[in-house]
């Protein structure tokens, strides 16, 4: 098939969770294949998904599924977003920079998880099942509490995470500096103010390293590229992170 | 202060996700203190969960966390079940028979825990910081989408993995055999047959190797000495499972 080291197995229309698997390979400067996304007579398509997760002896739950072709060990395919980036910090320095930093990376990354299932929740309380429309009324009672407490609470705490290390040195969410972490900060945050405007507004005072870290990530180069490229998705109303303004708060800034 | 390995920082009262580390721990035959069951004046209580959780350079988002003290690196502190568990498996092979599997665990362990979560938000939908009393009418409705959907489809696929499994030696989730993702599979259909009986009876049926495997685990000596003991504390309404009947299906097994 393709000759790229990764093939990158993902919904070919949204961003959602495969958007953290992108960023990673393209801040590793990795040649990946975004399989789904290749026309269907080249092998994308959502076929090749499901063919992925359901090979026996190999399944996986749901996208995203990273196929790592070539290795000393074989072909190793991996699924679960932040398993599948620690799997990447293991091959690419860029990602992590110090390797005894693993499970410290690893533990802000499944706390951003955690912080994601909420933001998704928000629009789907009752269940992924139900159209949005069916399950307004929980919708905005969901979206209330996390926005008024949930997202003060995540965001303070990588506030305080990233405040501790600027004391010594880096102003990334690791102490030794730029990460894959950081990565994920830059898109849960994009993510946000593009679902919450209002919510995002009031609590970016309260959080300027976070907010700063996300434009710094940003702008370095290969992030950069990469977001004015056709390779990255819009936001949109299909993936993760929402924009139903009903569910956002009613005001913007406290200024 | 203690002169255990391992010190786990954790809810006193609960299961939680604590009990996936407990767990582990006992497996191991690892030395540990359960800091927050210990007396007051011993150091007990959830004051040590507070400050360890607020340390300024080693912060945390939540318990469980787990102190490895006397590294060669020095002191480890590492918040997230899965984290942990991951950590664990690289100091305790009974834990992890092939440490070439690592991902494979991470994986598998990551899809219990978003199983978890949803396990979780089918009595709290709408906020954890909400009584379940103001949230009964969506805990049903989404309840009724767990059970329905949500549990039949988890379920299969780790039935599905055992499977494969099967047809080679293991009849554990990993394919060299037991590891601490069965324990956690364990504890998930102990959560399940507690919170949900008639919903448990109805899928055990379907998923023969996994209510197999659940009931290998708890007959492991050092587990079963562990389920014995007074260190394993009972379900209850206060933790991840819990059984409101009137979440639960009101049928009971097809037959």
Redesign the interface.
């Known amino acids: 098939m393709s000759t790229a080291a990764y093939e990158l197995f993902y919904w070919p229309g949204i961003q959602g969770r495969g958007e953290f698997v992108r960023l990673a390979l393209e801040e590793a400067g990795a040649s990946y294949v975004d399989v789904a996304r290749l026309p269907k007579d080249q092998g994308g398509g959502v076929d090749p998904i499901r063919r992925i997760l359901e090979t ?2 190999g ?3 749901a996208p995203p599924v990273l196929a790592y072709r070539g290795g000393a ?1 074989g072909d ?1 395919v ?3 977003t ?2 599948i980036l ?2 990447l910090a293991t091959r690419h320095a860029e990602l992590l920079p110090d390797p ?1 930093l693993r ?2 990376a ?2 802000l990354q ?2 951003f998880a ?1 912080f994601i ?1 909420e933001a998704h ?1 928000t629009h789907h ?3 992924s ?2 159209y949005y429309e069916d399950q307004k009324a ?1 919708a905005k ?2 979206s209330d ?2 926005l008024r ?1 949930r997202v003060p609470r ?1 965001l303070g ?1 990588f506030e ?2 990233i405040r ?2 600027a ?1 010594s040195s880096s102003s990334s969410l690791l ?1 030794a500096g730029f990460s894959y972490v950081d990565l994920t900060a830059f898109q849960v945050m994009s993510g946000l103010a593009y679902a919450f405007p209002n919510a995002y507004a009031r609590n970016s005072d309260d959080v300027p390293l976070l907010v700063a870290l996300k434009e710094r990530v940003a702008s370095r180069p290969r992030i950069a590229a990469y977001l004015a490229s056709s390779r990255r998705l819009p936001f949109s109303q299909h993936g993760l992170f929402r924009h139903y303004p009903e569910l956002d708060l009613s005001e913007g800034p406290r200024r």
Request: glycine share 12%.
């Open positions: 026996a002896g399944r996986h739950f060990a190793l991996i699924g679960q932040a398993c620690d799997f005894s499970h410290a690893l533990e499944l706390t955690d299932g929740d309380p009752i269940s099942a139900l929980e009672r969901r509490g996390f407490a995540f705490h305080a995470v501790d290390n004391a102490g």
